[in-house]
Structures are given as C-alpha cells and as structure tokens.
C-alpha cells in the first residue's frame, strides 16, 4: 500500500468515525497553497479542524507525535484563512488530531480533541 492511498484510507476512517460520533463534516482536504485542512468537522457550536495522520505502525512512535509545532503553526494559519471565508462569525473553534494506527491487518483510531 502507498503513502498516498493509506492516507486517503485514514482520512476516511477518521471522517467515519467522526460522524459516528456525532460530528458533521463540513469539508474535507480543503488545499491552499499553503498546506490543506484535513477535516473540518461541527458539534454542538464546535468547529473543529481535525488533522488526519495515519501510519502503518507505532515503530518509531504514535501518528500524532509527527503532528510537530511548525505543523501546528500552519493549520492554524490555515484556518484561520478558512474561517475569514466560510465561518466568519465561528465562535468555538478547537484543533483535533485523528491518529490512526495499523495493528494485525485492521486500524485502531484514536481521538484527540483539543490536541493544540
């Protein structure tokens, strides 16, 4: 499996989930030229700007460790773009991190709201 494809598996995973949970996806893989928004998802006057890392193992350390402060830097950058174009009286925004893991042939997800 390439990168790219278990990314696009993890984004779906995540976007499932999330929905499963309550949460209302309303976008995905919006792309600036600065970087893309993986998911931004609604509940309960919540807006939240989910990032999406999947890997195929926790070798080297869990998929949300590679969520690092310059990467942090540029989605709030990032949404705070989307929301002067889409949301511009948003009033509760968080920024979560959906790690997902690749253990015995299935994926273990794994939420962390508030993450940054």
């Not at 949301?87 to 968080?94: L, V």
């Amino acid at each position: 499996m390439e990168r790219r494809e278990l990314g696009q598996i993890g984004e779906s995973l995540a976007a499932t989930y999330l929905a499963g949970c309550g949460w209302d996806i309303v976008d995905r893989n919006v792309r600036y030229r600065e970087g893309e928004i993986d998911i931004v998802a609604a509940r309960g006057g919540i807006l939240a700007f989910v990032e999406v890392k999947t890997r195929r193992s926790v070798a080297f350390g869990s998929p949300a460790e590679a969520v690092t402060w310059r990467k942090q830097r540029r989605i709030r950058s990032l949404a705070s773009r989307y929301l002067a174009e889409h949301h511009p009286r948003a009033h509760a925004i968080r920024f979560d991190v959906v790690d997902i893991a690749r253990d015995r042939g299935g994926f273990v997800v794994t939420h962390l709201e508030g993450a940054f």
